[in-house]
């Protein structure tokens, strides 16, 4: 009998995002599933379904960021592997794809750059910048708070990645859950957990750090996702998307865009 391998992509537009939308965070997932085949590391599988999101216009993330108070744009991104890989960029200004530059960051001497020194390295690195037309045109349409997210399992790795333009008319320096390890995002041995929604109540709860040492205790997560909705108030957009060798699960106390799919391929 050959051996199978699982893998599962899910993939979120974040809490508050139309579920009509639900197409675009199906076709990151392929993307990463794609990649996952021809051999990408996982890390890397998550980080192309985030970029592809973030290219998509109609998350906030990427070219769809909200705008701050002063018209600037401003993205945090990261993204993190079962292996203890972990990378994350805040504030960066001017990048199409801030999850990639997250990666890049993952792969050097830090964990975390910031403002006019990640988008220095962003340059140095060779990372698309965004058009004068694009920057113009950020997140003109929507006006929701919608982090957009991935979650991998591989056999018996896992990763996760997010990328956010942050909450609409923030000002200017404001920084959210997204590039706080254990906060919007983390990936261990047993799983990983990504994040959505105000980022100030994700922070302070620890979220996906906790939602994590759910999976530790055995927790299937179709029963972490309602448990780590309960830790906030119903006022207080949140989302999440779980998976563990045990399952996979995602929801929202708001409408949430979010997709799943599974395969199993020969090892
Ligand atoms: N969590 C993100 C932030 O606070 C926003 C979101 O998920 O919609 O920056």
């Given at each position: 009998m050959t051996d199978k391998k699982k893998i599962v992509v899910l993939t979120h537009g974040g809490a508050g995002s139309d579920p009509a939308h639900a197409a675009g965070t199906a076709i990151a997932g392929q993307m990463s599933m794609m990649s996952l085949q021809t051999g990408e590391p996982i890390i890397g599988a998550a980080c192309h379904a985030v970029a592809s999101l973030e290219d998509d216009g109609r998350f906030n993330a990427g070219v769809g960021s909200h705008k701050r108070n002063d018209g600037t744009v401003e993205m945090d991104a990261s993204c993190m592997d079962s292996s203890g890989t972990f990378g994350a960029v805040a504030a960066l200004?001017?990048?199409?794809?801030?999850?990639?530059?997250?990666?890049?960051?993952?792969?050097?001497?830090?964990?975390?750059?910031?403002?006019?020194?990640?988008?220095?390295?962003?340059?140095?690195?060779?990372?698309?910048?965004?058009?004068?037309?694009?920057?113009?045109?950020?997140?003109?349409?929507?006006?929701?708070?919608?982090?957009?997210?991935?979650?991998?399992?591989?056999?018996?790795?896992?990763?996760?990645?997010?990328?956010?333009?942050?909450?609409?008319?923030?000002?200017?320096?404001?920084?959210?859950?997204v590039?706080?390890?254990?906060?919007?995002?983390?990936?261990?041995?047993?799983?990983?957990?990504?994040?959505?929604?105000d980022g100030e109540a994700i922070a302070m709860q620890v979220t996906a750090l906790r939602a994590y040492q759910l999976i530790e205790q055995g927790m299937d997560p179709k029963a972490i996702v309602p448990t780590a909705i309960g830790w906030f108030k119903e006022s207080t957009a949140f989302g999440i998307i779980v998976v563990s060798k045990i399952g996979f699960a995602g929801g929202s106390n708001r409408d949430m865009a979010w997709t799943a799919s599974e395969l199993e391929i020969p090892h």
């Amino acid at each position: 009998m050959t051996d199978k391998k699982k893998i599962v992509v899910l993939t979120h537009g974040g809490a508050g995002s139309d579920p009509a939308h639900a197409a675009g965070t199906a076709i990151a997932g392929q993307m990463s599933m794609m990649s996952l085949q021809t051999g990408e590391p996982i890390i890397g599988a998550a980080c192309h379904a985030v970029a592809s999101l973030e290219d998509d216009g109609r998350f906030n993330a990427g070219v769809g960021s909200h705008k701050r108070n002063d018209g600037t744009v401003e993205m945090d991104a990261s993204c993190m592997d079962s292996s203890g890989t972990f990378g994350a960029v805040a504030a960066l200004e001017g990048f199409k794809n801030p999850v990639r530059v997250a990666r890049i960051v993952s792969q050097s001497e830090y964990r975390v750059l910031a403002g006019r020194g990640a988008a220095e390295f962003a340059r140095n690195q060779g990372c698309q910048t965004l058009s004068p037309d694009e920057i113009a045109n950020t997140g003109k349409d929507f006006s929701t708070t919608d982090t957009v997210g991935c979650v991998v399992r591989s056999g018996d790795e896992f990763a996760a990645a997010l990328s956010t333009g942050g909450i609409d008319n923030a000002i200017p320096g404001r920084v959210g859950d997204v590039p706080l390890i254990g906060c919007g995002l983390y990936a261990g041995p047993l799983g990983a957990v990504a994040a959505t929604g105000d980022g100030e109540a994700i922070a302070m709860q620890v979220t996906a750090l906790r939602a994590y040492q759910l999976i530790e205790q055995g927790m299937d997560p179709k029963a972490i996702v309602p448990t780590a909705i309960g830790w906030f108030k119903e006022s207080t957009a949140f989302g999440i998307i779980v998976v563990s060798k045990i399952g996979f699960a995602g929801g929202s106390n708001r409408d949430m865009a979010w997709t799943a799919s599974e395969l199993e391929i020969p090892h």
